[in-house]
């Protein structure tokens, strides 16, 4: 069964950083590309950021320049570092992978709050 664990959500002013992390289990973590969406409230679920299997990464525009996604296969770790925070960050911060034949697996999210 796949275990996706988000922790280092909080709450920070804007201009601050964050760094979130995913812990994986139940998958063979370096062979599958991962995610991270997020939802604000009143909005639909958007991807933030992606990276493959071997290290190609993605990013939202909104995002791109600020946020930096990145794996740690030996530890099963996804990472965001989220730079220069703004305040349309705000959302509930999800991990993601999606197995082949399988589906989207998500985690219980982890509430990013940026001040103004």
């Known amino acids: 069964q796949v275990q996706l664990v988000e922790s280092g959500g909080g709450l920070v002013q804007a201009g601050n950083s964050l760094r979130l992390s995913c812990a994986a289990s139940?998958?063979?973590?370096?062979?599958?590309?991962m995610g991270w969406f997020r939802q604000a409230p009143g909005k639909e679920r958007e991807l933030v950021a992606r990276?493959?299997?071997?290290?190609?990464?993605y990013y939202a525009d909104s995002v791109d320049g600020r946020f930096t996604i990145s794996r740690d296969n030996a530890k099963n770790t996804l990472y965001l570092e989220m730079n220069s925070l703004k305040p349309e960050d705000t959302a509930v911060y999800y991990c993601n992978v999606k197995r082949a034949f399988i589906g989207d697996d998500w985690g219980q999210g982890t509430q990013v709050t940026v001040s103004s």
């Open positions: 139940g998958l063979t973590f370096s062979t599958h590309a």
């Open positions: 990276i493959t299997s071997g290290g190609n990464t």
